[in-house]
């Protein structure tokens, strides 16, 4: 499986960005996806989650001003991000899981920078 991220960049403080995931290749097994962001020297950390059955989880930092969406049939993933704060800037990664087979898949990452 393979993950490619889309749809970062810089931003300013208020403003939005929406990220897109897209899943290609062994697809048709793959169960919660999530956002998961990372800054130099500090640990990654779950942004938001997503089932294949659509429940959703979200850190509450970014607790009502981020949604987490997916398209199974294009197997895509979303975060639209709103009301964006400087502590949101960090590379986000796009991840999968695929119980079935027992792997996880991480995108490249897409770097996102809030500017105030």
């Known amino acids: 499986v393979q993950l490619v991220e889309s749809g970062g960049g810089l931003v300013q403080v208020g403003g939005s960005l929406r990220l897109s995931c897209e899943a290609s290749g062994r697809i048709f097994t793959i169960d919660d996806m999530a956002w998961y962001r990372q800054n130099p020297g500090n640990q990654r950390e779950l942004v938001a989650s997503i089932s294949e059955y659509g429940s959703t989880v979200y850190a509450d930092s970014v607790k009502g001003r981020f949604n987490i969406s997916r398209d199974n049939t294009w197997n895509t993933l979303w975060l639209q991000m709103n009301s964006l704060k400087s502590e949101d800037t960090a590379a986000y990664y796009c991840?999968?899981?695929?119980?079935?087979?027992?792997?996880?898949?991480w995108g490249q990452g897409t770097q996102v920078t809030v500017s105030s």
């Open positions: 991840y999968a899981r695929d119980t079935r087979y027992e792997a996880e898949y």
